[in-house]
């Protein structure tokens, strides 16, 4: 089996069921009213977000994010907006506090709940607390999804997902996404193992300094979302796999 052989079957391994019957789809049909029920007047939508939405979801990830989209004129600050969602849903299925979502346990599923607040006008930008700073930012989550989607690195992202679930990393998915297209932006596409290994060299050479920032909001320092200590954890196994001499000591 070539290198390319094994990455791929090992990216079919983790792959995720899609489609209007898959148990994401089926899930968020069933959290939906919930979620009306908690958001009121001030739902603007619910849409699928993520790695799901991305095309870049693998098992052993979050099964489904959701993207509560609230209205501009929604009177409640973010942080409480935050709070309140957690608090929805904390007696009634596990529960936990993320960065910028709400991680909760629902059908057999861990599900990302992302609450946002719609800015003024006709635009997809909304504002999201950030529990980890205590802060807010801004983003355009739909943007994210087209930016990734449309790629043509969705394996390699696949594949660094698989890396950081097998090795228990702490590297938020948009932080990883945009490493891989920032490590892989002058590289042919459909070579999947080739480029991968391009990717582990970046890490160790070049990911500890850079300044990666979101493509819909210059402001928000992505690269910022992890400290050196974490940061060096990456570029630690990164190099680690650099001294391997077969895949399946990689990935499995």
């Given at each position: 089996?070539?290198?390319?052989?094994?990455?791929?079957?090992?990216?079919?391994?983790?792959?995720?069921?899609?489609?209007?019957?898959?148990?994401?789809?089926?899930?968020?049909?069933?959290?939906?009213?919930?979620?009306?029920?908690?958001?009121?007047?001030?739902?603007?939508?619910?849409?699928?977000?993520?790695?799901?939405?991305?095309?870049?979801?693998?098992?052993?990830?979050?099964?489904?994010?959701?993207?509560?989209?609230?209205?501009?004129?929604?009177?409640?600050?973010?942080?409480?907006?935050?709070?309140?969602?957690?608090?929805?849903?904390?007696?009634?299925?596990?529960?936990?506090?993320?960065?910028?979502?709400?991680?909760?346990?629902?059908?057999?599923?861990?599900?990302?709940?992302?609450?946002?607040?719609?800015?003024?006008?006709?635009?997809?930008?909304?504002?999201?607390?950030?529990?980890?700073?205590?802060?807010?930012?801004q983003t355009n989550v739909k943007n994210h999804i087209k930016i990734v989607s449309e790629s043509g690195r969705c394996d390699e992202i696949r594949i660094m997902k698989i890396w950081r679930h097998i090795n228990n990393l702490d590297f938020p998915s948009i932080f990883l996404e945009l490493s891989v297209l920032e490590a892989l932006k002058h590289s042919n596409k459909n070579q999947s193992a080739t480029n991968i290994w391009k990717v582990f060299h970046y890490l160790k050479n070049d990911f500890l300094e850079k300044r990666i920032v979101d493509p819909s909001n210059t402001n928000n320092i992505i690269s910022d979302d992890l400290n050196k200590q974490e940061k060096r954890k990456i570029v630690q196994l990164a190099e680690q796999v650099l001294t391997k001499k077969y895949w399946s000591d990689i990935i499995w």
């Open positions: 089996m070539t290198a390319e052989e094994y990455v791929h079957s090992i990216v079919r391994k983790y792959q995720q069921q899609t489609g209007t019957n898959s148990p994401a789809h089926k899930t968020a049909n069933l959290l939906f009213n919930s979620i009306k029920n908690w958001a009121g007047d001030f739902l603007n939508e619910v849409h699928f977000s993520g790695s799901y939405a991305k095309g870049t979801g693998v098992k052993g990830s979050a099964d489904l994010d959701l993207f509560i989209s609230l209205k501009s004129d929604t009177p409640y600050t973010l942080q409480y907006i935050f709070d309140s969602l957690f608090d929805n849903y904390k007696d009634v299925v596990p529960s936990r506090r993320q960065n910028v979502s709400i991680g909760i346990k629902y059908n057999g599923l861990d599900i990302d709940l992302v609450p946002g607040k719609k800015q003024k006008g006709s635009t997809n930008f909304h504002s999201l607390y950030k529990s980890k700073t205590g802060t807010w930012t």
